[in-house]
């Protein structure tokens, strides 16, 4: 049972890699930004982080859609894959949003 | 215990093109089933449908009798190889087999010459050992049925007969469904053939059924 589960995370880790970079790139400059302006900028970031994220899906789900039978012949859904991965990448962003406000 | 995956009642088209509209196909453990068909039959999209990657208008998937109603499937239950290359280029052999369950002996006794790729990443190698490794995959973990869409494709012949050797193994565990164009291939590992065509299942029992049906020169 937790090998099972230690398999899914390490599946779900392993999907996000694929896009992880370019998504960590945009939430940093969304900090700096914010670190900058302050608190006023959060709802255009957001809604920058959100557009970017929707780019990122058109782009996998075009250019490496084979790889989903991957995840799916190991038990993991597409939806599964996307709702994980881009919930931790949103909250990741927003949890940093709040920090960067704090230290400034 | 024998389990069966059965698949009929599918209906897809393509504008004013019926792709397929009279499939029945039944698969049970400890069998291999071919399925052949020219170019654009609609082999791929049957398998496709079985899969759950395709959505057909109509289809009914069952396996023990129990219909598959939604697009998720269970890799206890199947596990598909499709045509093209589908395992990330960036993942090493040996983290490959550990998502798989497998162990790389085992894989190493069949195919001697991968032992060199234990920590290589599977996009450094070439066309023909990537697809044997993505049909031990889906060949040898553990499933009911396994759906494999042309797994000569790219391979050697001297590999093509090991890979003979696993289904005929393997087909003793599990319903294994097969496609592609190497028909004596198929037929030394299958129990039995099908053939589609106009979107219709012929069952097939001998060469001469494959003439009559167009796929080979009589």
């Keep these: 049972?937790?090998?099972?589960?230690?398999?899914?995370?390490?599946?779900?880790?392993?999907?996000?890699?694929?896009?992880?970079?370019?998504?960590?790139?945009?939430?940093?400059?969304?900090?700096?930004?914010?670190?900058?302006?302050?608190?006023?900028?959060?709802?255009?970031?957001?809604?920058?982080?959100?557009?970017?994220?929707g780019l990122?899906?058109?782009?996998?789900?075009?250019?490496k859609r084979d790889e989903y039978y991957y995840y799916k012949n190991?038990?993991?859904?597409?939806?599964?894959?996307?709702?994980?991965?881009?919930?931790?990448?949103?909250?990741?962003f927003i949890l940093l949003f709040i920090l960067s406000i704090m230290i400034r | 215990m024998i389990h069966s995956l059965e698949i009929d009642s599918i209906f897809?088209?393509?504008?004013?093109?019926?792709?397929?509209?009279?499939?029945?196909?039944?698969?049970?453990?400890?069998?291999?089933?071919?399925?052949?068909?020219?170019?654009?039959?609609?082999?791929?999209?049957?398998?496709?449908i079985v899969f759950g990657e395709l959505d057909a208008g109509n289809k009914s998937v069952r396996i023990d009798g129990k219909p598959i109603l939604h697009d998720y499937r269970k890799p206890d239950d199947l596990r598909y190889l499709p045509q093209r290359r589908f395992i990330p280029g960036f993942l090493r052999l040996n983290r490959i087999f550990k998502d798989f369950n497998l162990d790389f002996n085992d894989f190493i006794n069949e195919f001697p010459d991968f032992e060199k790729y234990y920590?290589?990443?599977?996009?450094?190698?070439?066309?023909?050992?990537?697809?044997?490794?993505?049909?031990?995959?889906?060949?040898?973990?553990?499933?009911?049925?396994?759906?494999?869409?042309?797994p000569f494709s790219q391979i050697m012949p001297l590999h093509i007969e090991i890979i003979k050797k696993l289904i005929l193994r393997e087909k003793q565990y599990k319903g294994i469904i097969i496609t592609d164009h190497l028909y004596q291939d198929i037929i030394d590992v299958c129990?039995?053939?099908?053939?589609?065509?106009?979107?219709?299942?012929?069952?097939?029992?001998?060469?001469?059924?494959?003439?009559?049906?167009?796929?080979?020169?009589?």
């Design chain 2, 119 to 150: 920590k290589t990443r599977i996009k450094n190698l070439s066309g023909g050992e990537r697809r044997i490794v993505e049909i031990y995959m889906i060949l040898v973990a553990k499933t009911k049925f396994c759906i494999l869409d042309e």
């Design chain 2, 12 to 48: 897809l088209e393509y504008g004013l093109k019926k792709v397929l509209q009279n499939v029945y196909i039944k698969s049970e453990t400890g069998k291999a089933t071919g399925l052949l068909g020219r170019n654009g039959a609609g082999k791929s999209c049957l398998l496709k």
């Design chain 1, 74 to 92: 190991l038990g993991l859904h597409k939806r599964i894959l996307w709702i994980s991965t881009l919930s931790f990448d949103i909250l990741l």
């Design chain 2, 191 to 218: 129990n039995n053939i099908y053939v589609l065509k106009n979107g219709k299942t012929h069952i097939v029992y001998s060469l001469r059924d494959l003439e009559i049906l167009e796929y080979i020169n009589a």
């Design chain 1, 56 to 63: 990122i899906f058109y782009f996998i789900n075009s250019y």
């Design chain 1, 1 to 53: 049972m937790i090998a099972a589960k230690t398999r899914t995370l390490r599946l779900l880790f392993t999907f996000y890699t694929s896009y992880a970079i370019v998504s960590l790139l945009i939430t940093c400059c969304c900090l700096i930004i914010s670190f900058t302006y302050g608190i006023g900028t959060f709802t255009a970031l957001f809604w920058f982080k959100i557009i970017t994220l």
